[in-house]
């Protein structure tokens, strides 16, 4: 079935409507209000235009992702679907190059969905300079799109970086009293991973280059002819002496570290909690976002892919990293009184168990992450949407203030208590599905870490049900509880569409499944595929006619 | 008679000495004035040249016109003249000093 | 194997208690329009009469096939993942063999008499007049996960109706929210039962991994059975500071059932929740205690007791745990003051006794008394409320007394449970049940130690006996310890309570029936045949391990009823000729008092000895020292000091701003360029 009326020439280029719907409005919009600003003298749209489009422009890049994307989508298609290459610098192999498969069209939707819900909550939230958070926030939610259905390696990097400056300015004008410096830590931070994968991604350029002849970074080439990076460089040194420089490893922890930074993983992870206390409650939302779509993502597509023998050498170490943050984050978060600090905590959780099953390179272990991934973004947005509406109503987020809540405002609690059970994983809701692959999967690689990585999520649980007890259940102990609001209709219509498809993932794991499968399998071949060719390239020494058959392959290189 | 040589000795002599009263004075406007030594210096030497490659260029007909360069020389000079006096008029209205020691905006 | 045959209406028994649960709950959630007490019970019973007719039916259809048969309705798949071979696939599928068809009776009749209770008695209580419907939706919920779990074809769906019973027991216990006390039991409940989740997670991950290294990847429960050589020879290697030995992996997937099932049933180590959820109301607690939570347990050990047959060593964990459990409980029941307590007690002896059985290596005498205890435990839970709702909310028995002649009829019904619960022959299924399982743990084959496993249970016969006997007196009899205008205005409950509680109290005696060993049998003047029909009907689903069972031993038999005798006599003395004895005996004995009554300071040490500690690790060592000081102070701040404090030092010093100076360096470099022009140009 077609995209419900949508002409050829939209259906043709459905992903690239997607991409550059929101940002696209918000230019616009920009360009309305510059133009009014000098012709008519006036001081721009006023911040409810903004907000009103802003959310129509959101709203229609939901309609298309629900509609022209997983409406198009073929669920036993194998490789990328809905492709749009176009040129842009064919000398330097760098195309406009798109594309979704079964990992990335739910994490699209979920992009999709959240942010006109993110717009939508902060209805309240931000009174002045609404035209600046409108902008910011369309800008960031083109950037994620972008980065999730990029197919070419620089591209992905480009709106990657698009995505996290809107990120920045919404943490650094929007943000609490801390926020200058949780802002300047979080862009700094980032960036100095990005810098590091930027040079590595160069490399990779070069050295794709060097052994195919051809400049190219759309990383997925036909079958696996033409793609770079895996090679180790020999350099020969004055004469008979010759030094190797692999290349792999090194390449892989530049990317990985980048990646790592900002899912984050343990120990880079200390920007996070603090950012998240200081950003708004939308901020707190897309940065969960960001950080799940472009960290681990990328980690997923990219890192994995390209680099498959240093990725498989450094399992045993991502793994305890994983475990390790499973822990940390799930004990860490026991101890706050925060509440933001505190779901913050339980992010870290969730994220290196999604990692856990992504590192563990099997076939279920990866589809659970994924599904993790999906789960989490929703989770985590519900989490942070409630955490923002306690801090909207009592100006507090200290869990010794509150207490009781589910007496004044029961639809909240309620809301709350499912949220947070979806977040400890329970079945019949989404975060079941994930967690059951992941320790599957992660059990047949390494058992201990997948006890361990039980043991965390057992702490999560009681973290998350200790949080819960504390603020929703029990007596209404201070008496400015007392007289709390419920949910009015508009917050309800939000937590009740991130709820939805949490209960559907959960009651009816199986479309969704059955989608991701065929391009997991297809994402393993390609990496077995990769482990198998390790070239030795000698630098320096080939003649342009040495380039038809140079390659002298080694065999045994760490696979 | 006068050669080409004492043409280039004194063009030398004159950029020396402009060159030590740049680095070693401390008035501002002396120091602007040594620089013009400099330059000096230099249209003197290419006017030299002019001299010394004049019988060459008619017979190679290679245009090594040293008098063309020595004008498009004092253009710029006249030029660069204009931006450091207004330069320093601007650093001395603001600093009421025309010592070198007091201009030290490019510090960190 | 068992031959399957299709059905097509076995979903609906747990899908209709699902259906009227999610009704309620979301009519009072998102529609906020709350129904009538009326149509709400209507709705309710109607639901569960449902599914217990289609149960029966289902019975009917099941003894009419085979011997070794089984029904089995395939909904869809649920979940579907991978490639051979290692599918995983989690299908909506239900199955109903003898043994589901015994607890899915129970489970089902007996929900739906409490249920019948609860209309009555919700309905009586003024405390939150909002809670009506929301009982009923969380009750009826929970029903319908125990069905799930009772009725689930495969693992996967067995976890999904298990981890539903934990979180409509948490949403029961911790039903009246506003109270602190509630809300601590509930929370801590649910803790305890995700680790138990755990373990059940990472021994249906073995079980799979193990039939999938064999080639049968399946979570389908017959075809594990048919796959058990999968595990032969299968083992793990204990990490060396354990001791550097195998241990086969049927062992250590039999040990993490174990666990699941002790978390769900509170048995050590994880008793130390029950005493707080009794904090749910009456029927909650008559239901989940009676019929389900501890049900739960011992149906997944049933179940599995083909697994338990080839890992000896997790069998014999099982009932050691048991036994001490019981006797543990039994010993804590005695000297327990608040009454949902000591009976709550009294149920994690029961299942003490049901984990004896399985272990012991004779599952079918286990399930015969989960059948019993699921028809006298409720009985005594409801009378319990009746109790506690006549003296307003008073739970303390030192507190009650005197009470049993205004409710005669109620306590007709406790005095009748109460004879099955401590096992009274020849008329009370709770006598015969709990004996098979004594002489199975006398003549227990798997266990090497099993002559001490049967002492001390027989010593909890005995202390369960005094402590039964002791509420009942303290309870219903003796002095009146309470405002005597109180007194007058006691009646007997309702007949929509009262009912419900005659019934089961009637399945209490009848039920012994089903279980009559032959030898009992034998004395009946009249031949009765068929006696032990639940073991025959049992006999294709069940691994028993045990010595063939002797007929009766006499000896056992005497033997236990003599501990019960022992420990009913006593209790009775106590409280009823010499009331005040029990007050002198306190004080003598103050200590050993003391060390019981405080739950042997069990619930202290964990608090102090791991919780505490614990969250002093999170905050101190991994949030302050770890995250703020170590890698946010010394790596991340440190490199920002860093690079400042180079620049600041070092780099700065490169702009002087002296113009002179760059004037001079200017000169001298244009020099160099100059020569080495020339000397470039030169050699060229």
Same mark, same amino acid.
């Given at each position: 079935?077609?995209?419900?009326?949508?002409?050829?020439?939209?259906?043709?280029?459905?992903?690239?409507?997607?991409?550059?719907?929101?940002?696209?409005?918000?230019?616009?919009?920009?360009?309305?209000?510059?133009?009014?600003?000098?012709?008519?003298?006036?001081?721009?749209?006023?911040?409810?235009?903004?907000?009103?489009?802003?959310?129509?422009?959101?709203?229609?890049?939901?309609?298309?992702?629900?509609?022209?994307?997983?409406?198009?989508?073929?669920?036993?298609?194998?490789?990328?679907?809905?492709?749009?290459?176009?040129?842009?610098?064919?000398?330097?192999?760098?195309?406009?190059?798109?594309?979704?498969?079964?990992?990335?069209?739910?994490?699209?939707?979920?992009?999709?969905?959240?942010?006109?819900?993110?717009?939508?909550?902060?209805?309240?939230?931000?009174?002045?300079?609404?035209?600046?958070?409108?902008?910011?926030?369309?800008?960031?939610?083109?950037?994620?799109?972008?980065?999730?259905?990029?197919?070419?390696?620089?591209?992905?990097?480009?709106?990657?970086?698009?995505?996290?400056?809107?990120?920045?300015?919404?943490?650094?004008?929007?943000?609490?009293?801390?926020?200058?410096?949780?802002?300047?830590?979080?862009?700094?931070?980032?960036?100095?991973?990005?810098?590091?994968?930027?040079?590595?991604?160069?490399?990779?350029?070069?050295?794709?280059?060097?052994?195919?002849?051809?400049?190219?970074?759309?990383?997925?080439?036909?079958?696996?002819?033409?793609?770079?990076?895996?090679?180790?460089?020999?350099?020969?040194?004055?004469?008979?002496?010759?030094?190797?420089?692999?290349?792999?490893?090194?390449?892989?922890?530049?990317?990985?570290?980048?990646?790592?930074?900002?899912?984050?993983?343990l120990?880079?992870?200390?920007?996070?909690p603090?950012?998240?206390?200081?950003?708004?409650?939308?901020?707190?939302?897309?940065?969960?976002?960001?950080?799940?779509?472009?960290?681990?993502?990328?980690?997923?597509?990219?890192?994995?892919?390209?680099?498959?023998?240093?990725?498989?050498?450094?399992?045993?170490?991502?793994?305890?990293?994983?475990?390790l943050g499973i822990l940390h984050g799930a004990l860490v978060a026991m101890v706050q009184r925060?509440?933001?600090r505190l779901?913050?905590y339980a992010?870290l959780a969730?994220?290196?168990?999604?990692?856990?099953?992504?590192?563990?390179?099997?076939?279920?272990?990866?589809?659970?992450?994924?599904?993790?991934?999906?789960?989490?973004?929703?989770?985590?947005?519900?989490?942070?949407?409630?955490?923002?509406?306690?801090?909207?109503?009592?100006?507090?987020?200290?869990?010794?203030?509150?207490?009781?809540?589910?007496?004044?405002?029961?639809?909240?609690?309620?809301?709350?208590?499912?949220?947070?059970?979806?977040?400890?994983?329970?079945?019949?809701?989404?975060?079941?599905?994930?967690?059951?692959?992941?320790?599957?999967?992660?059990?047949?690689?390494?058992?201990?870490?997948?006890?361990?990585?039980?043991v965390g999520?057992v702490l999560l649980?009681a973290a998350l049900?200790w949080m819960?007890?504390?603020?929703?259940?029990?007596?209404?102990?201070?008496?400015?509880?007392?007289?709390?609001?419920?949910?009015?209709?508009?917050?309800?219509?939000?937590?009740?569409?991130?709820?939805?498809?949490?209960?559907?993932?959960?009651?009816?794991?199986?479309?969704?499944?059955?989608?991701?499968?065929?391009?997991?399998?297809?994402?393993?071949?390609?990496?077995?595929?990769?482990?198998?060719?390790?070239?030795?390239?000698?630098?320096?020494?080939?003649?342009?006619?040495?380039?038809?058959?140079?390659?002298?392959?080694?065999?045994?290189?760490?696979? | 008679?006068?050669?080409?040589?004492?043409?280039?000795?004194?063009?030398?002599?004159?950029?020396?000495?402009?060159?030590?009263?740049?680095?070693?004075?401390?008035?501002?406007?002396?120091?602007?004035?040594?620089?013009?030594?400099?330059?000096?210096?230099?249209?003197?030497?290419?006017?030299?040249?002019?001299?010394?490659?004049?019988?060459?260029?008619?017979?190679?007909?290679?245009?090594?016109?040293?008098?063309?360069?020595?004008?498009?020389?004092?253009?710029?000079?006249?030029?660069?003249?204009?931006?450091?006096?207004?330069?320093?008029?601007?650093?001395?209205?603001?600093?009421?000093?025309?010592?070198?020691?007091?201009?030290?905006?490019?510090?960190? | 194997?068992?031959?399957?045959?299709?059905?097509?209406?076995?979903?609906?028994?747990?899908?209709?208690?699902?259906?009227?649960?999610?009704?309620?709950?979301?009519?009072?959630?998102?529609?906020?329009?709350?129904?009538?007490?009326?149509?709400?019970?209507?709705?309710?019973?109607?639901?569960?009469?449902?599914?217990?007719?289609?149960?029966?039916?289902?019975?009917?259809?099941?003894?009419?096939?085979?011997?070794?048969?089984?029904?089995?309705?395939?909904?869809?798949?649920?979940?579907?993942?991978?490639?051979?071979?290692?599918?995983?696939?989690?299908?909506?599928?239900?199955?109903?063999?003898?043994?589901?068809?015994?607890?899915?009776?129970?489970?089902?009749?007996?929900?739906?008499?409490?249920?019948?209770?609860?209309?009555?008695?919700?309905?009586?209580?003024?405390?939150?007049?909002?809670?009506?419907?929301?009982?009923?939706?969380?009750?009826?919920?929970?029903?319908?996960?125990?069905?799930?779990?009772?009725?689930?074809?495969?693992?996967?769906?067995?976890?999904?109706?298990?981890?539903?019973?934990?979180?409509?027991?948490?949403?029961?216990?911790?039903?009246?929210?506003?109270?602190?006390?509630?809300?601590?039991?509930?929370?801590?409940?649910?803790?305890?039962?995700?680790?138990?989740?755990?373990?059940?997670?990472?021994?249906?991950?073995?079980?799979?991994?193990?039939?999938?290294?064999?080639?049968?990847?399946?979570?389908?429960?017959?075809?594990?059975?048919?796959?058990?050589?999968?595990?032969?020879?299968?083992?793990?290697?204990?990490?060396?500071?354990?001791?550097?030995?195998?241990?086969? =992996?049927?062992?250590? $997937?039999?040990?993490? *059932? &174990?666990? !699941?099932?002790?978390?769900? @049933? #509170?048995? %050590?180590?994880?008793?130390?929740?029950?005493?707080?959820?009794?904090?749910?109301?009456?029927?909650?607690?008559?239901?989940?205690?009676?019929?389900?939570?501890?049900?739960?347990? =011992?149906?997944?050990? $049933?179940?599995?007791? *083909? &697994?338990? !047959?080839?890992?000896?060593? @997790? #069998?014999? %964990?099982?009932?050691?745990?048991?036994?001490?459990?019981?006797?543990?409980?039994?010993?804590?029941?005695?000297?327990?003051?608040?009454?949902?307590?000591?009976?709550?007690?009294?149920?994690?002896?029961?299942?003490?006794?049901? *984990? &004896?059985?399985?272990?012991?290596?004779?599952?079918?005498?286990?399930?015969?008394?989960?059948?019993?205890?699921?028809?006298?435990?409720?009985?005594?839970?409801?009378?319990?409320?009746?109790?506690?709702?006549?003296?307003?909310?008073?739970?303390?028995?030192?507190?009650?007394?005197?009470?049993?002649?205004?409710?005669?009829?109620?306590?007709?019904?406790?005095?009748?449970?109460?004879?099955?619960?401590?096992?009274?022959?020849?008329?009370?299924?709770?006598?015969?049940?709990?004996?098979?399982?004594?002489?199975?743990?006398?003549?227990?084959?798997?266990?090497?130690?099993?002559?001490?496993?049967?002492?001390?249970?027989?010593?909890?016969?005995?202390?369960?006996?005094?402590?039964?006997?002791?509420?009942?007196?303290?309870?219903?009899?003796?002095?009146?310890?309470?405002?005597?205008?109180?007194?007058?205005?006691?009646?007997?409950?309702?007949?929509?309570?009262?009912?419900?509680?005659?019934?089961?109290?009637?399945?209490?005696?009848?039920?012994?029936?089903?279980?009559?060993?032959?030898?009992?049998?034998?004395?009946?003047?009249?031949?009765?045949?068929?006696?032990?029909?639940?073991?025959?009907?049992?006999?294709?689903?069940?691994?028993?391990?045990?010595?063939?069972?002797?007929?009766?031993?006499?000896?056992?038999?005497?033997?236990?009823?003599?501990?019960?005798?022992?420990?009913?006599?006593?209790?009775?003395?106590?409280?009823?000729?010499?009331?005040?004895?029990?007050?002198?005996?306190?004080?003598?004995?103050?200590?050993?008092?003391?060390?019981?009554?405080?739950?042997?300071?069990?619930?202290?040490?964990?608090?102090?000895?791991i919780v505490q500690p614990m969250l002093t690790l999170s905050d101190r060592v991994l949030g302050r020292w770890l995250d703020q000081?170590?890698?946010?102070?010394?790596?991340?701040?440190?490199?920002?000091?860093?690079?400042?404090?180079?620049?600041?030092?070092?780099?700065?010093?490169?702009?002087?701003?002296?113009?002179?100076?760059?004037?001079?360096?200017?000169?001298?470099?244009?020099?160099?360029?100059?020569?080495?022009?020339?000397?470039?140009?030169?050699?060229?």
């Open positions: 079935m077609g995209g419900a009326g949508m002409g050829p020439y939209v259906e043709g280029h459905v992903l690239s409507w997607l991409i550059f719907i929101p940002g696209g409005t918000a230019l616009f919009l920009l360009a309305v209000s510059v133009a009014l600003r000098i012709f008519f003298g006036a001081s721009g749209l006023p911040g409810v235009v903004w907000r009103a489009i802003g959310l129509g422009g959101s709203g229609l890049a939901l309609l298309v992702a629900g509609v022209g994307v997983l409406g198009q989508f073929d669920p036993e298609g194998i490789g990328h679907q809905m492709v749009e290459r176009a040129p842009w610098l064919p000398g330097y192999g760098i195309h406009y190059f798109v594309g979704v498969d079964g990992i990335s069209l739910f994490l699209v939707l979920l992009t999709a969905l959240v942010v006109p819900l993110v717009l939508l909550a902060s209805w309240n939230q931000v009174e002045r300079d609404l035209a600046s958070f409108v902008l910011f926030v369309l800008l960031l939610e083109t950037g994620l799109l972008g980065a999730l259905l990029s197919l070419n390696l620089l591209q992905f990097y480009a709106f990657a970086e698009l995505s996290f400056v809107p990120l920045w300015l919404i943490v650094g004008v929007f943000g609490g009293a801390g926020r200058i410096r949780a802002s300047t830590r979080l862009i700094l931070y980032s960036a100095a991973g990005s810098v590091v994968s930027l040079v590595a991604l160069l490399i990779v350029y070069q050295l794709g280059f060097e052994q195919t002849g051809v400049w190219t970074l759309d990383w997925i080439g036909q079958a696996s002819s033409g793609t770079p990076g895996l090679i180790d460089v020999r350099i020969p040194i004055a004469g008979e002496d010759v030094a190797v420089w692999r290349t792999q490893p090194w390449l892989f922890a530049a990317f990985a570290l980048s990646f790592a930074i900002r899912i984050p993983m120990p880079l992870h200390t920007w996070m603090e950012a998240h206390v200081e950003a708004p409650t939308a901020g707190s939302v897309l940065l969960s976002l960001v950080m799940l779509e472009v960290g681990a993502y990328g980690m997923m597509r990219f890192a994995l892919t390209l680099f498959p023998n240093a990725a498989a050498d450094a399992v045993p170490l991502l793994f305890a990293l994983a475990v925060d509440l933001k779901v913050a992010c969730q994220l290196s168990l999604a990692m856990l099953g992504v590192f563990s390179l099997s076939l279920h272990g990866l589809i659970g992450g994924v599904v993790q991934l999906v789960s989490f973004g929703l989770t985590s947005s519900a989490l942070f949407l409630l955490v923002g509406v306690i801090e909207e109503r009592r100006k507090t987020r200290d869990v010794s203030e509150l207490g009781g809540l589910a007496k004044p405002m029961p639809v909240f609690a309620a809301i709350l208590g499912v949220t947070v059970m979806a977040s400890a994983g329970l079945p019949v809701l989404s975060g079941f599905v994930g967690q059951l692959l992941i320790l599957l999967g992660s059990f047949a690689v390494d058992a201990r870490a997948a006890l361990g990585a039980g999520l649980a049900l819960f007890q504390r603020v929703a259940l029990g007596p209404v102990e201070k008496a400015e509880n007392r007289g709390l609001i419920d949910l009015d209709w508009r917050e309800r219509s939000i937590f009740l569409a991130l709820l939805v498809p949490i209960l559907w993932i959960g009651v009816h794991p199986n479309p969704v499944l059955r989608r991701i499968e065929p391009s997991v399998l297809e994402l393993m071949k390609q990496i077995d595929e990769r482990r198998d060719l390790a070239p030795i390239l000698t630098l320096h020494d080939a003649e342009p006619s040495d380039l038809a058959s140079p390659i002298e392959t080694s065999d045994g290189d760490g696979v | 008679m006068i050669t080409h040589d004492h043409v280039l000795a004194l063009s030398a002599l004159l950029f020396c000495a402009g060159a030590v009263g740049a680095l070693l004075r401390r008035n501002l406007i002396v120091v602007l004035m040594c620089i013009e030594l400099m330059f000096a210096a230099v249209v003197v030497a290419l006017v030299g040249f002019d001299r010394m490659w004049a019988a060459r260029a008619v017979a190679d007909s290679v245009p090594m016109e040293g008098r063309v360069f020595a004008m498009i020389g004092i253009a710029v000079v006249a030029a660069q003249l204009a931006v450091g006096l207004a330069i320093l008029v601007s650093l001395v209205r603001n600093r009421d000093s025309m010592d070198i020691e007091d201009a030290r905006l490019l510090r960190w | 194997m068992l031959s399957e045959v299709t059905s097509s209406f076995l979903r609906f028994i747990p899908a209709l208690p699902l259906l009227t649960g999610v009704l309620h709950l979301v009519s009072i959630g998102l529609l906020r329009r709350r129904l009538s007490a009326r149509a709400v019970t209507t709705i309710s019973s109607a639901a569960h009469t449902g599914a217990l007719l289609l149960s029966i039916l289902a019975f009917w259809e099941l003894i009419a096939l085979d011997d070794n048969a089984a029904l089995v309705d395939r909904v869809g798949t649920w979940i579907g993942v991978g490639v051979a071979p290692s599918v995983f696939t989690a299908d909506l599928a239900f199955r109903f063999d003898a043994l589901s068809a015994i607890f899915c009776l129970v489970v089902a009749g007996v929900g739906l008499l409490v249920q019948v209770f609860a209309a009555g008695y919700m309905e009586a209580d003024q405390r939150d007049d909002r809670g009506f419907q929301r009982y009923f939706g969380y009750s009826d919920l929970f029903l319908a996960s125990m069905l799930i779990v009772v009725l689930a074809d495969n693992l996967v769906l067995l976890f999904l109706g298990w981890v539903g019973v934990g979180i409509f027991s948490y949403l029961l216990i911790g039903f009246w929210y506003a109270e602190q006390v509630s809300a601590r039991a509930a929370t801590s409940a649910f803790v305890v039962g995700r680790v138990g989740d755990l373990a059940l997670v990472i021994g249906i991950v073995l079980v799979f991994w193990t039939l999938a290294a064999a080639g049968s990847a399946t979570l389908r429960l017959g075809e594990i059975e048919a796959a058990l050589q999968a595990f032969d020879g299968v083992s793990f290697a204990l990490p060396v500071w354990l001791g550097g030995h195998p241990i086969a =992996v049927a062992v250590i $997937a039999g040990f993490c *059932f &174990l666990i !699941a099932a002790c978390a769900q @049933a #509170a048995q %050590l180590p994880f008793l130390l929740w029950l005493p707080g959820s009794t904090a749910a109301p009456s029927p909650a607690s008559a239901l989940v205690h009676g019929a389900c939570m501890g049900a739960a347990g =011992v149906y997944l050990l $049933a179940r599995l007791s *083909f &697994l338990f !047959a080839i890992a000896p060593e @997790a #069998a014999a %964990l099982m009932a050691w745990i048991g036994v001490v459990t019981a006797l543990l409980s039994a010993g804590l029941a005695c000297v327990e003051t608040d009454i949902k307590r000591v009976l709550a007690y009294s149920t994690a002896t029961h299942q003490g006794f049901m *984990f &004896l059985g399985v272990g012991a290596g004779d599952p079918t005498a286990a399930v015969h008394h989960a059948v019993s205890h699921a028809f006298f435990q409720p009985v005594l839970f409801m009378g319990a409320g009746v109790v506690i709702a006549s003296l307003r909310q008073e739970h303390n028995l030192l507190r009650m007394g005197n009470v049993g002649s205004r409710i005669h009829l109620t306590r007709i019904c406790m005095w009748i449970a109460l004879l099955s619960s401590i096992g009274v022959p020849p008329f009370w299924s709770g006598y015969f049940s709990r004996e098979q399982i004594l002489v199975a743990a006398h003549d227990a084959l798997l266990i090497p130690l099993h002559a001490p496993l049967y002492v001390l249970a027989l010593v909890a016969v005995g202390l369960l006996a005094f402590s039964v006997v002791r509420l009942m007196y303290l309870a219903l009899y003796g002095e009146t310890r309470f405002p005597g205008e109180i007194r007058m205005r006691i009646e007997e409950p309702e007949p929509i309570m009262l009912r419900p509680m005659a019934i089961l109290a009637t399945l209490c005696v009848l039920g012994c029936t089903i279980g009559l060993p032959q030898a009992w049998a034998d004395l009946f003047p009249f031949s009765v045949k068929d006696s032990d029909s639940i073991r025959r009907f049992l006999a294709g689903v069940l691994t028993t391990s045990a010595v063939e069972q002797s007929p009766s031993s006499w000896s056992v038999s005497g033997q236990v009823v003599g501990m019960t005798v022992l420990g009913a006599l006593p209790a009775a003395l106590l409280y009823v000729f010499r009331p005040e004895l029990p007050q002198k005996l306190e004080t003598r004995f103050a200590w050993l008092h003391g060390l019981v009554a405080n739950r042997f300071y069990l619930d202290v040490l964990f608090e102090r000895g000081r170590l890698i946010d102070g010394v790596v991340v701040d440190g490199t920002a000091r860093l690079l400042q404090r180079l620049s600041d030092r070092v780099l700065k010093h490169t702009e002087p701003g002296t113009i002179q100076l760059y004037l001079a360096l200017m000169l001298v470099g244009g020099l160099a360029m100059v020569i080495w022009l020339l000397r470039a140009g030169g050699a060229a």
